[in-house]
């Protein structure tokens, strides 16, 4: 109870200096990550948690779940039809290339690691976490089709590659068996992926139309309706998991059916949801500080230092210059959407399931590049932020910004 109170009196000292930290770019997750590498450091800390119980693994899949229910219903409506071009060629195009080149990456830093453990390394560094450079998605000063389209990316990007993440750790776990089967591995992830997308296409629609209708006929109240939300992926889960599905596809897919319903409903039904998912990361992100100074106790491997800085740079950068070619997009805009990658709570998450199913080599493994990836994005990105946001003010004042504008929307307002 302890840890409790202290990871609660961290983000209670937080939210009184939030807008003096913002000016440096500290935010909440930066916050709760430093805390937790200061009061988890040395032989004898004040904290230590045990990540090897099954409170802790459950505890990680629930934040998984509700983190992608919440992205798929946090996806702008109508973004998709404005900015579908680009979307599409970022989530279709840019999404597989990225995860190809950091498969790539992995095969030639680390040659000496099974093909299947590298593809699980790709899935664990590639998917997005705006929170760490919140501002930068928030500013006024980047145009806002530029800002539209990477909260989309983001919202949509770690639910497409989630079921890509359990196929190939099931295929990696069942690798280390003395009679590996990988033919079985991969069916049965197939098939959980089947049994995931059935619940959640079921439990979206249907709680979708009955909340949309019992609130336009006065039959619940805005209270009733925030708990009705955040049962859905509660309910989603449970269903996939009772059939032999995945509950993480299952609630991001709940999410995806439910959001056009949402939008018809009070903006605070999701309240209580976005509160809960904020509230957990936020504890996430407080022991991940104690990963990163398992990790680092260790010492680390100049491979893998290279492999990470290559994975929240050229691994993103290269292939979304290459899709967003001929969307009429000027290079500077191009080299935002592809800088603008950064890695949180998602590659945490990852990585902390594949640490729970690997074996303790591969997990290391995983443990130490995941954790090395995380710190150099939160470095990168967010020492870029406030020079980026200058750049667009600078250019906005010079003349028009290079983002073409989207069909019916207006400049932001200052």
């Not at 009061?39 to 459950?58: K, N, Q, Y």
Request: with cysteine; hydrophobic share 55%.
């Amino acid at each position: 109870m302890l840890a409790v109170a202290v990871v609660a009196g961290v983000l209670f000292v937080w939210s009184l200096l939030a807008h003096r930290l913002s000016r440096w770019s500290i935010t909440a997750p930066i916050a709760m990550m430093v805390a937790g590498i200061a009061l988890t450091a040395g032989s004898r800390p004040p904290l230590r948690f045990d990540f090897d119980t099954a409170v802790f693994e459950h505890a990680v899949e629930v934040v998984l779940a509700l983190l992608l229910f919440v992205d798929a219903i946090e996806v702008p409506g109508g973004i998709l039809g404005r900015e579908k071009n680009l979307v599409v060629r970022l989530l279709a195009g840019g999404l597989p290339l990225t995860l190809c080149a950091a498969f790539l990456a992995g095969f030639l830093i680390f040659p000496g690691e099974s093909g299947w453990l590298l593809a699980v390394l790709a899935t664990v560094v590639v998917p997005l976490d705006l929170a760490p450079t919140a501002a930068v998605v928030r500013d006024r000063r980047i145009p806002s089709r530029l800002r539209e389209v990477l909260n989309v990316e983001g919202g949509l990007n770690d639910g497409i590659v989630s079921p890509v993440f359990l196929l190939c750790i099931a295929v990696a776990a069942e690798s280390h068996g003395a009679h590996a089967d990988y033919a079985s591995a991969l069916l049965a992830a197939v098939e959980a992926a089947g049994w995931a997308l059935v619940s959640g296409l079921v439990i979206g629609s249907v709680a979708g139309r009955l909340l949309r209708l019992s609130w336009s006929r006065g039959w619940t109240q805005p209270s009733a309706l925030r708990l009705g939300v955040l049962a859905v992926p509660v309910a989603a889960y449970s269903l996939s998991a009772a059939l032999g599905g995945n509950g993480f596809v299952a609630c991001f897919v709940a999410g995806v059916c439910i959001a056009p319903a949402l939008r018809r409903l009070p903006e605070s039904a999701v309240e209580m949801t976005d509160d809960l998912v904020a509230l957990m990361t936020l504890a996430l992100w407080f022991l991940f500080g104690q990963i990163v100074n398992n990790v680092f106790w260790d010492g680390l491997e100049v491979s893998v230092i290279l492999y990470a800085l290559l994975a929240v740079t050229l691994v993103r950068l290269l292939p979304v210059l290459l899709v967003l070619t001929g969307t009429g997009l000027k290079p500077a805009d191009r080299l935002f959407l592809g800088w603008m990658g950064p890695r949180g709570v998602t590659s945490i998450v990852f990585g902390a399931l594949a640490v729970i199913d690997l074996p303790d080599e591969s997990a290391d493994f995983i443990a130490r590049v995941m954790v090395m990836t995380v710190m150099a994005s939160i470095v990168l990105h967010g020492l870029s932020t406030e020079p980026i946001c200058r750049f667009y003010a600078r250019r906005s004042s010079a003349g028009p910004t290079g983002a073409l504008p989207a069909a019916g929307s207006r400049d932001d307002e200052p």
